[in-house]
C-alpha cells in the first residue's frame, strides 16, 4: 500500500537551532499534504496544508517564519522548525491526502527541544 | 464549542467487556468521518470509516448520525490488545479535506 516515510523519528536539539523534518512519499505523488503537531494528551491540531508547488496555507496562530514549509516535488514535503525553542517540543506529523483513496499518515517525529 | 469532542475517559475494561465510545462534532457540512486509534508515542493508524447506515467489522461497530452530528464506536469482547486511544475524526467539507481529530479517549483493557 501506499507508504508515506517520515524522517527523523525522533529528534532532539539545542534552543536556538532549527530541525527538518522530511515527509516522503514512496509509489504515489502526493500533491496535497497536511502538517499536524501533537502535544501530551492533546488532539492532533493542523498547521498548515501545502500543496506541490505553492505557497503553504498557515492555520490561525501558527507562525509562518517559525514552521518553514517546502513542498517542491511531488514525492518530497519538508517541515523546518527554526530558531526551536522548549516549547516547541510535540510530536509532528505529515498527512498526505491522496485523491479518492484517502489519508496516508507519517510515522510521525517526536521532536524535544532542550 | 469544540469542534470534534468526546468522552474524556479513561476507560478501564475487563477483558471480554463491551466498551462504547461517543463523538460529537460541530461542523454540519463536515463529509466523512473516521475512527482512528492511537498507541502510545505513535502515528493514528485508521480502525474504521463511519457511514450513516452504520458499518461493522469483526468486534467493532461504528454509527453516524447526521441529524445530531454524532458519531459512535462499540467495541465488543474487549482484548488486551485494544488498549489503546480512540481518536474521533471528521473531515472538514468543501474542498479543504483537512482533517480534525478529537482528543481521543484512552481506553485500558485489564486481564
Known amino acids: 500500500g501506499a507508504v508515506v516515510s517520515q524522517h527523523p523519528s525522533w529528534v532532539i536539539c539545542k534552543s536556538g537551532t532549527s530541525v527538518k523534518i522530511e515527509c516522503r512519499s514512496l509509489?504515489?505523488?502526493?500533491?496535497?499534504m497536511f502538517w499536524y503537531r501533537q502535544f501530551p494528551k492533546q488532539s492532533l491540531m493542523l498547521m498548515a496544508t501545502?500543496?506541490?508547488?505553492?505557497?503553504?496555507?498557515?492555520e490561525q496562530g501558527v507562525e509562518k517564519d517559525k514552521f518553514l514549509i517546502n513542498h517542491a516535488s511531488l514525492t518530497l514535503s519538508t517541515l523546518t522548525v527554526t530558531s526551536a525553542h522548549p516549547e516547541d517540543s510535540s510530536f509532528y506529523i505529515c498527512?498526505?491526502?491522496?485523491?479518492?483513496?484517502?489519508?496516508?499518515f507519517g510515522s510521525g517525529t517526536r521532536l524535544t527541544v532542550v | 464549542r469544540k469542534e470534534v469532542e468526546q468522552d474524556p475517559g479513561p476507560f478501564n475494561v475487563p477483558e471480554g467487556a463491551t466498551v462504547a465510545f461517543n463523538c460529537t462534532y460541530s461542523?454540519?457540512?463536515?463529509?466523512?468521518f473516521f475512527w482512528y486509534r492511537q498507541d502510545c508515542r505513535k502515528e493514528p493508524k485508521l480502525l474504521m470509516s463511519?457511514?450513516?447506515s452504520g458499518n461493522e467489522d469483526g468486534r467493532f461497530t461504528a454509527q453516524l448520525n447526521r441529524a445530531s452530528q454524532y458519531i459512535s464506536l462499540l467495541i465488543r469482547d474487549s482484548k488486551l490488545s485494544d488498549s489503546a486511544t480512540y481518536l474521533c475524526?471528521?473531515?472538514?467539507?468543501?474542498?479543504?479535506?483537512?482533517?480534525?481529530f478529537g482528543k481521543g479517549t484512552l481506553l485500558t483493557v485489564n486481564p
Open positions: 498527512i498526505s491526502l491522496r485523491g479518492i483513496y484517502g489519508y496516508t
Open positions: 501545502s500543496n506541490e508547488g505553492s505557497k503553504a496555507t498557515y
Open positions: 463511519v457511514y450513516s
Open positions: 509509489d504515489f505523488q502526493a500533491t496535497t
Open positions: 475524526v471528521v473531515e472538514d467539507g468543501g474542498s479543504n479535506y483537512k482533517l480534525t
Open positions: 461542523n454540519s457540512a463536515s463529509q466523512s
